[in-house]
Each structure stands twice: as structure tokens, then as C-alpha cells.
């Protein structure tokens, strides 16, 4: 069982900034390939990125490469998204998922755990 708490969401203008965290419980969180989705109002959840469990091998949807990085630290059980360049269409909830693989995992049904999200607001 993993528990998955996200972080870092907020109110930004839009060209700037955010970080988000997901911090893991348990003690195989380098076992888990992890991926980051959102969901904006009225749309289906979508895959942001995701990244498997050593973090060398990374997926990103076509409208965040180059603006949006993610990355993860095992011996802290965390994973992150760095978002820079934000525009309004990134406005949504941002989850933060896992499942026990070593791929990188790209659809939703293929994650078992999921966070409460985390709310992004990016004005214009």
C-alpha cells in the first residue's frame, strides 16, 4: 500500500513558476514508476508526465515538453513537478500517482495508487 500526498499548488500570472511534490509512505517508493496528471473542469484527467523507478527514463504529454520537468529523489520518497512558463490552459488539479512497475507508465488505469490532488490556478 503506498499513500501519495501532493504540495506546491497554488495561484500563479501566467510565464511563471511552480513546483509540485508528492511526497510517498513506505519503504519501496524506488520500486514504483510515478506520473503526474491533471484534471481541468469539464475535461477527462490527463497524463502530465511520468518517470520510472530509477529516473532515466521519462514521458511528457506534447503541450508541457520543454516547459515542465519531472523528476524524483528515492531516499526521500519524493517526486516532483517543475512547471515554468505556466499559461492558463494549465489550470487544473494536478494528481500525483503510482504503481509498482519499472516502465514508465503512461495511461491512467495502469496506476494503482493515487494522491488527493493538488489545486493550479494560472491567471492570465
Known amino acids: 500500500q503506498v499513500q501519495l500526498v501532493e504540495s506546491g499548488g497554488g495561484l500563479v500570472q501566467a510565464g511563471g513558476s511552480l513546483r509540485l511534490s508528492c511526497a510517498a509512505s513506505?519503504?519501496?517508493?524506488?520500486?514504483?514508476?510515478m506520473g503526474w496528471f491533471r484534471q481541468a473542469p469539464g475535461k477527462e484527467r490527463e497524463l502530465v508526465a511520468a518517470?520510472?523507478?530509477?529516473?532515466?527514463?521519462?514521458h511528457y504529454t506534447d503541450s508541457v515538453k520543454g516547459r515542465f520537468t519531472i523528476s524524483r529523489d528515492n531516499a526521500k520518497n519524493t517526486v516532483y513537478l517543475q512547471m515554468n512558463s505556466l499559461k492558463p490552459e494549465d489550470t487544473a488539479v494536478y494528481y500525483c500517482?503510482?504503481?509498482?512497475?519499472?516502465?514508465?507508465?503512461?495511461?491512467?488505469?495502469?496506476?494503482?495508487?493515487w494522491g488527493q490532488g493538488t489545486q493550479v490556478t494560472v491567471s492570465s
Open positions: 513506505g519503504r519501496t517508493f524506488s520500486r514504483y514508476a
Open positions: 518517470i520510472e523507478w530509477s529516473g532515466g527514463g521519462t
Open positions: 500517482a503510482a504503481d509498482r512497475s519499472i516502465l514508465v507508465l503512461i495511461t491512467n488505469d495502469e496506476y494503482d495508487y
